[in-house]
């Protein structure tokens, strides 16, 4: 009887230790696709656990995932001995990504390593809730402070301390365009506000969407109204209004919210159900003009629908916003409580590269973060970016996480949701006002 209750007392012990030790992790990059899911249910604390990298991002499905596909393929050429469990949950933005990111985060069991975007969405965000370790010993190490501009270390520092590594840097005010369409109807791109309105008529009146909107998240709307408020308020007063310095109702802010509604006039009626891809195709099939979105929308024209830059598809600054850059980081940082930093690091060290970046950004539609990238491996959209971003007002998003916290973000994103279809001027100026106490 003891003999067969220690037999039996062995195989719980064995099963128990199978469970702990059995990896949900996926062997490769390419099985990749966690759609709105967290593979990761198996950690006993944070990370993937020693030999496992798990990365945390948005980056699934179309115009997506190709640049961290890449990269991934990269790591594990550099490193066999680690397995990357690719844990990227579906939605544009982090629409998803990020409420899966709080409920890990705060319980304890952060992935090894996560997208999150340079500026108040990092350093309002997990380095103030104490949730991110410094990396200035390992920036040193690396040799990256001076790879990376300034400004974009800036973005993932506070009180001194680097805390991320940015992989690329996106541009949100720019507007793709339809190459035949244009030359069609006989348009030249549109700079001003005005010239953008005479040219929507136009191609209204022949029958053409003239801008394509999938807000079925609501950021891509309030992309659109923060490149307004840019070209309305300028570069420094348009940072000053995220600082809290300008009120809502300031004039100029009201102005560019009477913009916003009559630019909404000139999108399909289909708005509320499209995603920001299923948008970008309308302009790549020709049924709309124009479309803003940060150029991760070039990495899906050029990748998944196969259309050539300025033979197929153009772009231009979002009017009024010439010389100015909306940026979008996405950077990757070591969580609090990981297993295995030092693997992590190795992933760092890798998307840190000049190797690991243009792996990602030539497929991502971005520019490398550091400075000394290979530019020959970008297409003309990819040069014309870095031309620009060296020569511009460097501005920070709104819609993605840079110029505010996110619980001012979330609010802003239900009032321009509100806003697409109530078009009341008044009720959106009152409700960022509201807002503003978050800043
Ligand atoms: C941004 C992110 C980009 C891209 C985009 C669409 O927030 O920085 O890399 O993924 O969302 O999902």
């Known amino acids: 009887m003891k003999k067969l209750f220690g037999i039996l007392l062995l195989m719980v012990m064995a099963l128990v230790i199978a469970a702990c030790s059995s990896d949900s992790s996926s062997e490769d990059g390419d099985d990749a696709n966690a759609e709105g899911g967290d593979s990761n249910e198996s950690a006993e604390s944070g990370g993937g656990g ?13 115009g997506e995932e190709d640049g961290l596909l890449a990269l991934i393929d990269l790591f594990e050429q550099e490193h066999p001995d680690i397995t990357v469990d690719n844990a990227a949950v579906a939605g544009g933005a982090g629409t998803n990504a990020k409420a899966v990111l709080a409920t890990r985060m705060q319980g304890d069991d952060p992935p090894s390593t996560f997208q999150v975007h340079g500026g ?14 410094p990396l200035n010993d390992f920036y040193e190490e690396q040799e990256w402070m001076d790879k990376f501009p300034q400004d974009l270390i800036d973005m993932v520092s506070k009180d001194g301390n680097i805390y991320s590594v940015p992989v690329n840097i996106h541009r949100g005010n720019v ?5 035949k369409v244009f030359e069609d109807n006989g348009l030249e791109v549109p700079t001003t506000y005005d010239e953008f309105v005479e040219v929507a008529d136009q191609l209204q009146d022949a029958g053409v969407t003239p801008l394509a909107l999938g ?4 950021w891509t709307a309030t992309q659109i109204f923060e490149n307004i408020l840019l070209g309305e308020l300028g570069p420094d007063d348009y940072k000053s209004l995220w600082a809290g310095d300008i009120p809502f109702d300031d004039d100029r802010v009201v ?14 009626d289909d708005h509320a159900s499209r995603n920001w891809q299923d948008a970008a195709q309308l302009v790549g099939d020709g049924e709309a003009a124009m479309i803003n979105m940060g150029d991760w929308a070039k990495g899906y024209f050029s990748n998944d629908l196969d259309l050539e830059t300025n033979v197929d598809f153009g772009y231009f600054a979002f009017p009024e916003t010439d010389g100015d850059f909306m940026v979008i980081t996405d950077t990757f940082g070591l969580p609090k409580g990981v297993e295995n930093p030092d693997e992590v690091k190795e992933f760092l060290s890798v998307l840190g590269s000049v ?6 950004n030539p497929l991502k539609g971005s520019i490398p ?19 620009d971003f060296n020569n511009s007002n460097l501005t920070p998003s709104l819609a993605h996480g840079s110029a505010a916290a996110e619980g001012f973000v979330t609010k802003a994103n239900q009032a321009v949701n509100i806003f697409v279809t109530q078009l009341d001027v008044d009720n959106l100026i009152n409700t960022l006002k509201n807002a503003a106490s978050e800043l």
Do not use: C, H, P
């Not at 020693?50 to 179309?62: R, Y």
């Not at 190797?355 to 990602?360: I, K, P, V």
């Not at 550091?370 to 297409?379: F, L």
């Open 120 to 133: 108040a969405e990092l350093n309002e965000g997990w380095v103030a809730a104490d949730k991110m370790e």
């Open 355 to 360: 190797e690991g970046q243009d792996a990602f």
């Open 255 to 268: 102005a560019a919210a009477e913009k916003f509604k009559t630019v909404l006039g000139y999108v399909n």
């Open 369 to 387: 973060a550091r400075v000394d990238a290979d530019e020959s491996k970008y297409d003309e959209y990819g040069k014309d970016a870095m031309e």
């Open 215 to 218: 807000d079925k998240e609501a």
């Open 50 to 62: 020693e030999g496992t990298v798990e990365i945390f991002s948005w980056w699934t499905g179309a």
């Open 175 to 179: 507007i793709f365009y339809n190459k």
